[in-house]
């Protein structure tokens, strides 16, 4: 959902713009469903808010462009207005495919977070792998007549496989967060 940030607070918009086609929502249509509507200037009205026991008329309505603004002066969210009319945010933007019509273009190309995650764990893997690599080399590694120098370049590569392990595991741990916001965003996905 688009929502505005404006100086009064939070406003929904709603793209009619994106909505598919014969079934464009105008503000017309929306204000057919609203109580005591009155208009308030040109592209501006009010009404009574459909989410909250609104004696005076605290919702307004204002048609900017393609997109139709709400904003209740009690505090109700936008989402909540759009719900108690019945509306599903869903059929009106295109972040989510619309329910019948033709599609539109995604606004925003959604980050593929599986694909995030496979890229941090390969590249985990890459450290992890050469860390062992290296300690298991130092493991079997008889230090003994080494001089103070090679001894010296030998803790330093020690120290940084041990830094590449850490940084493995911090790699696979974000590797996770985005294995389970992907999969979180396929349930809802399913769910929605
Ligand atoms: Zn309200």
Known sequence: MQVLQTPYGLECGLDTSRISQGEAMTSTDLLRQLDGVKARGSDRWSARCPAHADKSPSLSIREAGSRILLHCFAGCEPEKIVRALSLELKDLFSDSPPSQGQRFPPKLQKLDLAAVAFRFELAALDRRLRAERVLTGVGAFNGDGMNDEERDRLMKVVARSYEDRDRAEFL?????????????ERTERHAA
């Open 172 to 184: 696979e741990t974000l590797a996770d967060d985005f294995r389970v916001k992907a999969l979180h």
